[in-house]
């Protein structure tokens, strides 16, 4: 039986990630992201870390048992044509992602972080 007085608010994805220099490369310095804060259990321990752009909040895990990689999520956003063309604009080595209208009504930016897990950027258009 489901209690129905509960309310969920968020959800937050856990991605896997195994360089944590290559993760900020890629969600903070090119995709805009904020690091909100870092966690190690010790020194030289594995890295868990939240980022968060807007309303939108990432954890980025080094730890073996939290997640896999090649995970997907998607990511509603607002004024996709300025997002796409500020990701174009950095000239990032790894990634020139290009801007695509779907058969079921949205457009959408896709991008692989580097260590297999994709994200996919929507802005619904009906």
């Known amino acids: 039986m489901t209690n129905v007085a509960a309310t969920m608010t968020s959800l937050t994805p856990i991605l896997r990630m195994f360089d944590e220099v290559k993760a900020k490369e890629f969600y903070v310095q090119f995709l805009g992201f904020d690091v909100d804060w870092e966690h190690r259990h010790e020194p030289g321990f594995p890295l868990y870390m939240q980022v968060s752009r807007g309303s939108v909040r990432l954890h980025l895990s080094e730890h073996h048992g939290d997640c896999?990689?090649?995970?997907?999520?998607?990511i509603e956003t607002?004024?996709?044509?300025?997002?796409?063309?500020?990701?174009?604009?950095?000239?990032y080595a790894y990634?020139?992602?290009g801007l695509e209208q779907t058969p079921w009504g949205t457009r959408e930016v896709r991008l692989t972080d580097p260590f297999g897990n994709r994200?996919?950027?929507?802005?619904?258009?009906?």
């Open 68 to 74: 896999c990689p090649g995970s997907a999520v998607r």
């Open 78 to 91: 607002e004024r996709i044509e300025e997002l796409h063309a500020g990701l174009l604009a950095q000239n």
């Open 95 to 97: 990634a020139r992602p």
């Open 119 to 126: 994200l996919v950027f929507y802005e619904n258009n009906f």
